[in-house]
């Protein structure tokens, strides 16, 4: 994994610089794609079309026996993922630099990129598609037109693994290190009693490679989601068909509300994954490997005021005040707007913010009565200096 390590710090060569941002569009993927069309390395193919007529494409890679199919963006909100396989295709399409790990990979395996499987709700931004489902609770229902593409191309690859890619809560906390779970990784359950076969276990043993090859760029930022089975989702199913499936997810990281730091740490982990599947080194990791990642814990706030000094009838009483920051989508779906809620007021002392305060030797002023869930509305101070204004959780 050193190539690995080494190709981590030319990232600059073959980073999609046209995405900047979560807020890209249908119209940008397809100038992504376009670019490879005069390549013969890459096959495109339209393979359907959104509820609202937005063309779903698929790119295949590689001339391996090992068959790999990655989707992103089933969560039209969800738009981490997509950024890192741009970075791949750029990657896949420069074998100037890396040609070893290009080799390795077109030669052992064949790789099947449905980019942006829910075209309509990436263009206003939200989870849904156009007809309000949420495509990974569609999978028995087949009721939108995204769901069918994703279930077709399942059965007609029917590919030895598969990489379910997502975006999680920044809230989520890798088990009790203090730390964000920046990248999460899940290898679902195929049945309710959360069986184990080897299937599933391939699966784990990939996720083991990508954990150790990620916690050198984020020690102890790395989560496992719990392994309740639900019956509605893709990855459920597609590891009872028989495809090793793997869940990642990409979560919070400090000062990155645009995930740029951590779509290289994503793109890092698929890399190391598909490196592992080629030349079968994710036989050596063993499922202990994978159950040693820490469960996630919802147990950040994105601020945490500690040891805040309050008063009610005259009566001195100390708060803990965990806020959250709720993101609100702007008219043209090109940005969100925060506004800081108050999620969690008492002893918080378990629990930790992406950015702290401790209020110990500062005064806390309520511009208005602090109230869960509601809006933060308030000034901390030291009679001089003030460290944080909210104003109507803004
Ligand atoms: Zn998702």
């Not at 005069?38 to 359907?48: A, C, S």
């Not at 679902?188 to 391939?202: F, G, H, M, V």
């Not at 702007?330 to 002392?349: I, R």
């Amino acid at each position: 994994m050193d190539s690995l390590n080494i190709l981590m710090e030319n990232y600059q060569a073959f980073e999609e610089k046209r995405i900047k941002d979560r807020f890209f569009k249908h119209a940008d993927l397809l100038i992504i794609l376009d670019k490879l069309k005069t390549n013969t390395d890459f096959m495109l193919k339209e393979v359907g079309q959104s509820t609202k007529g937005l063309s779903i494409n698929l790119i295949t890679w590689g001339k391996g026996p090992k068959r790999v199919f990655l989707w992103s963006q089933m969560h039209g909100d969800e738009a981490t993922a997509t950024m890192s396989i741009a970075d791949l295709l750029n990657f896949l399409s420069n074998p100037d630099q890396f040609g070893q790990i290009q080799d390795l990979l077109a030669d052992k395996c064949t790789l099947y990129i449905l980019p942006m499987v829910n075209p309509d709700g990436a263009e206003v931004f939200d989870r849904r598609n156009a007809m309000d489902i949420d495509i990974n609770r569609d999978f028995r229902r087949q009721q939108s037109p995204e769901a069918r593409i994703l279930r077709n191309l399942r059965d007609e690859i029917n590919p030895h693994f598969g990489f379910n890619l997502h975006d999680q809560s920044t809230l989520w906390s890798a088990g009790n290190t203090g730390n964000p779970a920046t990248i999460s990784f899940l290898a679902p359950a195929y049945d309710k009693i959360l069986s184990l076969n080897s299937t599933r276990e391939q699966a784990m043993k990939v996720i083991a490679i990508m954990n150790s090859a990620i916690q050198k760029t984020i020690p102890d930022q790395v989560g496992r989601f719990e392994d309740e089975y639900e019956p509605r989702a893709f990855g459920d199913n597609f590891q009872a068909a028989g495809t090793s499936t793997i869940l990642i997810e990409a979560g919070g990281f400090y000062n990155d509300p645009e995930k740029q730091h951590i779509r290289k740490i994503f793109f890092k982990a698929i890399l190391a994954g598909l490196i592992s599947i080629a030349d079968e080194s994710y036989l050596k990791a063993t499922t202990e490997d994978y159950f040693l990642i820490p469960e996630n814990k919802k147990l950040h706030f994105h601020i945490l005021l500690r040891n805040c000094k309050l008063e009610k009838n005259g009566i001195p009483y100390k708060l803990d005040i965990g806020l959250s920051a709720e993101e609100k989508v702007t008219k043209d779906a090109g940005s969100v707007k925060y506004t800081y809620m108050v999620t969690e007021l008492g002893d918080l002392t378990d629990y930790f913010g992406y950015e702290e305060f401790n209020c110990e030797y500062f005064t806390l002023t309520e511009t208005k009565k602090i109230k869960i869930d509601e809006p933060a509305d308030l000034i901390v101070h030291n009679g001089t200096n003030i460290l944080l204004t909210l104003e109507n959780g803004f």
